[in-house]
Every structure is written in C-alpha cells, then in structure tokens.
C-alpha cells in the first residue's frame, strides 16, 4: 500500500445496513498472481456522487466491520460525475502491499462515512497450474454439457435481468433517499432561519429590557433630586428657627417682624402647595410606569414618607410659632408691667418735687431703705444728695443729642434708647437707621430666600 498521511474513514456499521448495489466491479479475476500489480476497475451508478475521502479496500472474505481492510488506496474523483466516460473508474494496488497467503479476498468501496457502497465477487492470490489437464468425454457428455451450459447462460441472462431490475430499483430508491436529504436539508435551512429570528427577538427583547433599566436609573435620579429638594426645604425650616429665635432675642419692632414672618409663613405655606401640586404630578407619572417597574413604586413610597415627614416639620414649625408668639405676648405685658411702673415712679417723685422733673431722695425719706409702694425698688435711691444746680444737669445722647436728666441718667435707658435709633438684622446682626426700614426689610428678606 502506498504511504499516506492518515488512516482511512472507517465505522463499526453491520453488514445489513451496508449498499452494496451503488458500486459495480468489473472484470474480477477468479485469482490474482502474486508479485504483481493488480487493477481493480468499477463503474459508479446512476446516483451515486463520490467524495474526496472514498476509498477502495481489500477485505478477506467473512469481514464484518470497515475496520478490518487489510490495505486500501484512495479513489480518483472523477471531472464530470454525469458523463458516461467518467462512471468508468480503476485503481491499481501495488504489490508490495498485497496479501501473500491464498485465502479468499474480495474489494470493497467504502465512502468518506465508513459506509460500504459496493462489494466484488471472491478471489485468491495464487501462482498458476501449469499442468495440462487432458479431459477425455464421449460424444453424448459434450451434448449433456452444452445443454448443461445452454441452461446456466440462459439462467445467467435471468440473474442479469434481476440484477438490471434490482439496479433500477435501487437507483429509484436512491433518488427518492436524495430527495429525502435534499427536503431535510430544507427543513434544516427553515431551522436554521427560525433559530435567527428568535435569536433577534431574543436580542430585542434584550435591547428593550436595557431601555427599561436605563428609565428605571432616571425615575431613581429623579427621586434623589426630590429628595435633595426635601433636605433644602428642611434647611430652610432650620434657618427660619434660628431666624424666630433672634426674633425673640430682639425686643424691637416685634409687629413689624411679626408680620414679616406672616409673610414668610404664607410663601411656605405657597411653595408647600407647589411642592403638593408636583407631588401629585409625580405620583401621576409613577403610576403610569408602575406596570413596567415595582420598584419604582417603592421609591414613590418613600417620597411620600418623606413629604409627610416634611408636612409633620412644618405643623411643628406651627407650634413653635405659636409658642413664641405667646413668648411674644408675655414680653409685651412684661414692657407694660415695666412701663407702668415707671409711670408709677415718676408720678412718686412728681409729688414730692412739683418744679423739678426728677428728684433725689434724702436719707429721712427713704435713705438706703426700699419704697414700700415699688415693685422693684427706688432706682433714684443709690444718687447722692446734691445741690440744686447739680440735679439740673443734663446729659446728651452721642447719636440724635437727646437729653438725660444728669441725676436719672441709667446706662440701661440709653441703651434702650440707642436700640430704637437702630435696626439690627436678626440673622448677619448688621445694623440700619432707624430711617432705613425700607432696606433693613429687603436685607432681611434676602435671607429667607
């Protein structure tokens, strides 16, 4: 056998499910001679197409698998598979390859599947007898025998007949196997089709599920910017006790500041019905998109806890403001307590002293002692005594050059005086004149904003 590069296709297939009518051997020798070349010359029939890995074998008779070939050669495409010239083949097999005993071989053409597609009549490798055999027969055996042989060739003509038929059948049968393959490879090809288009669907499907994902992260972005809106809102509520806490610290223009803070009150009264008003439009947008995505619902949830949360804030914002505006109350009453007991020293020294606008006790009214009709003592009782040029001097205010009885003067009262000449800014404590209201409004309005 030639050299080749591998081995050829074989397979473990029975002998049943072997066509051993697709190729026919001609020419068969009932023996070949060893130490020489021998041809193995077949025909393809009418529907058999042979492939590049078809290879011709030769088995010794009583094989049952491809695996037991003894040696092989390739067969020889052939240029035109549907000419007549070309359905006539051969190989040669060398002799150094061949078998050396005398046991009975036979060829096989096996395809590139290890299918067995034809199979020759048996044959020996043995020398040739060259004994003379003189057969002797009288006149009577020649006659037996020539009808004898007349039978066998008309009983060979039949067994051709059968054979032709056969053949037709099974190229029918052939045909009909290659219109099977050829509607499989249909199916095969509309298989082929349907697996791309689910595979399309399938990446469809894929593409719209990352649209809804990506929507998902813009609603959970757009929560957190809610979110970050509500903790701006609660900021502005800090601000804004801090703000009413140096309200109450301030003591002046408590009407005008308590209006002011009216005011404020009502434009978060005003942004709290904006900010429902945009709670309802979301909640109108979630609910639309609930069907695609239920966590979306959870972070609407959330926010809603959240707005309620803020809504609980602001009713305490309430309550603060309801208590410093009683804080406010009792100030008020506290100044009126403060101013009628002025009023109450004045007219106590009016009494005593008709020309002078203030008068200083002496040690047999009162001395050191406390007034029994004053609340919180005589203020007047600490001045000492002195001549009446001296009780008539009078003091100056450093701002407006208001004057100061010398002998009433309390730095208490100037500083009073001082805080109505003056605006402070609860927030910054920037002052403004008391001329300035109209921009100590603004200024204090421009941090609520």
């Known amino acids: 056998m030639e050299d080749t590069v591998e081995d050829p296709p074989t397979s473990a297939v029975l002998l ?16 070949y001679v060893p130490g020489g070349d021998v ?7 009418q529907h058999f197409i042979p492939r590049r890995k078809d290879w011709i074998g030769i088995f010794r008779v009583g094989w049952k698998t491809t695996r037991e070939y003894y040696t092989f050669m390739w067969v020889n495409l052939p240029t035109d598979v549907q000419s007549e010239s070309t359905k006539e083949q051969e190989v040669q097999f060398k002799a150094y390859y061949l078998p050396k005993d005398d046991e009975y071989y036979q060829f096989c053409y096996v395809d590139q599947d290890g299918v067995v597609r034809g199979a020759s009549i048996p044959f020996q490798f043995r020398p040739e007898n060259e004994e003379d055999i003189l057969v002797v027969t ?14 066998l060739c008309k009983e060979n003509q039949e067994l051709k007949d059968s054979c032709v038929s056969l053949q037709k059948q099974n190229s029918d049968m052939q045909a009909e196997l290659q219109k099977k393959q050829e509607e499989l490879e249909t199916l095969k090809s509309i298989n082929k089709k349907l697996e791309q288009k689910v595979k399309e669907q399938e990446d469809s499907w894929e ?11 813009k609603i959970a972005s757009e929560n957190e910017q809610m979110e970050v ?9 800090l601000t804004q006790e801090k703000e009413m806490e140096k309200l109450v610290q301030g003591k ?13 009150n009502d ?20 609910e639309e998109l609930k069907q695609k995505e239920a966590t979306a619902m959870e972070k609407q949830q959330e926010l809603m806890d959240q707005n309620l949360d803020l809504s609980k804030r602001l009713s305490e914002n309430k309550v603060i403001c309801s208590v410093l505006q009683k804080e406010k109350e009792r100030i008020e009453r506290e100044n009126d307590l403060l101013k009628r007991e002025n009023g109450r020293l004045m007219s106590y020294m009016g009494l005593d002293f008709d020309s002078l606008p203030y008068q200083v006790p002496t040690a047999d009214q009162g001395g050191t002692g406390q007034s029994p009709g004053l609340v919180y003592g005589n203020p007047y009782s600490g001045i000492q005594e002195s001549s009446a040029p001296s009780l008539l001097s ?33 927030i910054c404590d920037k002052s403004f004149s008391a001329k300035e209201k109209q921009i100590f409004e603004d200024h204090v309005f421009c941090h609520t904003l």
Not at 39 to 45: A, D, K, Q, S, V
Not at 207 to 217: A, D, P
């Open 267 to 286: 434009q978060l009264f005003l942004s709290l019905t904006e900010q429902r008003e945009y709670q309802r439009t979301l909640e109108q947008t979630v």
């Open 39 to 45: 041809t193995c010359y077949y025909t393809l029939t």
């Open 394 to 426: 009078i003091k100056k205010c450093p701002t407006c050059t208001s004057n100061f009885a010398d002998d009433t003067y309390d730095h208490t009262l100037e500083e009073q005086h001082i805080q109505t000449l003056y605006l402070n800014c609860p």
């Open 252 to 264: 002046q223009d408590k009407t005008q500041q308590l209006e002011h803070l009216k005011k404020e």
């Open 16 to 31: 049943d499910h072997c066509h051993f009518s697709q190729i026919i051997f001609n020419n068969v020798e009932k023996f």
């Open 138 to 151: 009288t006149q009577g055996a020649v006659e037996e025998i020539e009808q004898h042989n007349s039978e």
């Open 229 to 237: 809106r509500v903790d701006q809102l609660q900021a502005q509520l």
């Open 207 to 217: 593409t719209e599920l990352l649209q809804l994902r990506v929507h998902n992260q």
